[in-house]
């Protein structure tokens, strides 16, 4: 009787041992599979309930090799399902799961070689060594951000500075904006009166008889000239809305009066006549007398850039500075001086030669047209300071301002064939090492918000449109470090770029490192 009741404890301690793991300095059984905190869940003194509640089954039936709950909760430390998940507890480094489809697979995945029970794979517990050098990692990372922190710290003085700065300036800007209105609107009087005494005056140097153009002629030039910008209106205006706007115009290197690669906002507010958007009526009347010249001009400089071979493939940029280049070759020669003093020779030869009184009063109504001019400039450069200020304002350089002194800040990083330029808040450039023109990757648009850290990507779009492709678009990965330093330049993506860079301004010693170690 005894011995029978000594095989019977044999038979279901064999039993258990399949169900249960090592217990670790406790009496308390260890499920096989899952971390001490649900072992309540798993408890062999009643049946068990599957974790998403479907069904209900003998807990002699947990662990067993054999799939019941659909979504393989009573099979932790088995292969058996493979939806399910097995708990590597690897003490002395980190814990983690693992599909349970590598258990006993032969491959050792955790450190404390707890997957690999019934394999014939000899696996060693190495997780105090790798826990080592995990925490002699950490601890250079807790370094580096005390020591990137100290120079934080300056940055967060040095941004909210700026702001104050900012916001000082943008006052006494706005200030001498009222003024200069007032001063543009006397000029302006000013220039109508002169003008008007100059018109009396030259009316006795007109002549008797002006040819006058057959008036269905000149009824047939404006149709025609109205018809020309009403289809330039259309191709201007992308999304069909009825009004071109700055971000239509900013697309387009045609309006990109410096030739610096960008067409900023003050640029295309500039050919939309100081306003946001332009409907056909506000762009035959205001805006096309802006837009013509250049329009002009571009379609000069792609006749000269015919000289390619048909299906070799450019970018637009590269068509617009080539024949640029071109042009001031052409222009810096004598014979072209020569020109202009010809045909200025030629002008005044031509000239009308005035009394002395009606000459002064040429002379003032030219004087109070510059005036006016110089007036109007000064409007339009304050009111485009007060736009700039009011946008750096409303930025969101971070929650201490510790972003705000990079702004407009460049650093380059240079690889085998290109070197890349990063503006913070403004572009992304790449130049091939070779020569040519910089291609735009992108223009600032916002932060991208991962969920483990705040403020630690960049978004930057609508750069140069591929060749048959998008537009170019760039994402910045920002990380702790000592000094702000562009690292790396990649192209995961066609059209798509990837920068890492590294800033103190990310050194914050309340924020959590980011755990990258893999868990399921």
Known sequence: MT???????LVLSVGLSTLLGHVAGSKVLQIRGIPTTKSSLYSP???????????????????????????????????????????????????????????NDGICDCCDASDEYGSSKECSNNCNELGKEARLEQQKAQELIREGNK?????????????????????????????????????????????????????KYKPTELEQPPAEEGEEEEELHESEV????????????????????????????????????????????????????????????NIKPFLMLEEGMFKLSDRKD????????????????LEKEEDDGSEGEEAVADEQEKIEESAVQYDEETQAI???????????????????????????????????????????????????????????????FAKVLQKSKSGGSDIILGHWNEWVEPEHQKYSKMKYDRGLTCWNGPARSTVVSLSCGKENRLLSVTEPMRCEYAMEFSTPALCNPSVEIADTHDEL
């Open 362 to 424: 040429i002379d003032e109504a030219t004087s109070a047209r510059e005036n006016f001019q110089s007036a109007e400039r000064s409007v339009n450069e304050l009111l485009s300071e007060i736009r700039k200020l009011e946008e750096m304002l409303e930025r969101d350089y971070g929650v201490d301002e510790e972003f705000a002194s990079l702004d407009a800040e460049c650093y380059e990083y240079t690889d085998l064939e290109y070197v890349y330029t990063l503006c913070m």
């Open 230 to 289: 009403e289809d330039y209106f259309k191709l201007l205006d992308s999304d069909g809305s009825g009004t071109v706007t700055i971000m239509e115009l900013k697309t387009r290197v045609t309006f990109d009066k410096d030739r610096d690669g960008v067409v900023t906002e003050e640029e295309a507010m500039y050919f939309l006549n100081n306003q946001k958007e332009v409907n056909l009526q506000e762009f035959i009347d205001s805006a096309w007398a």
């Open 151 to 203: 120079i934080r710290s300056e940055m967060i003085a040095k941004g909210k500075q700026l702001k104050n700065d900012y916001r000082a300036r943008l006052v006494k800007v706005r200030a001498d904006y009222e003024e200069a209105l007032l001063v543009k609107k006397e000029k302006e009087l000013l220039k109508t009166q002169a003008e008007e005494r100059e018109t009396a005056a030259l009316e």
């Open 3 to 9: 011995d029978h009741r000594v095989c019977l404890v």
């Open 310 to 325: 048909e299906g070799e493939e450019e970018e637009t940029q590269e068509h617009i500075e080539e024949p640029l280049e």
């Open 45 to 103: 003194d009643r049946d068990f309930q599957c974790l998403d509640g479907s069904l209900l089954i003998p807990f002699t039936r947990v662990n067993d090799d054999y799939c019941d709950c659909a979504d393989g909760s009573d099979e932790p430390g088995t292969p058996a399902c493979t939806n399910g998940s097995f708990y590597c507890e690897n003490f002395g480094y980190k814990a983690r799961y693992i599909p349970s489809t590598w258990v």
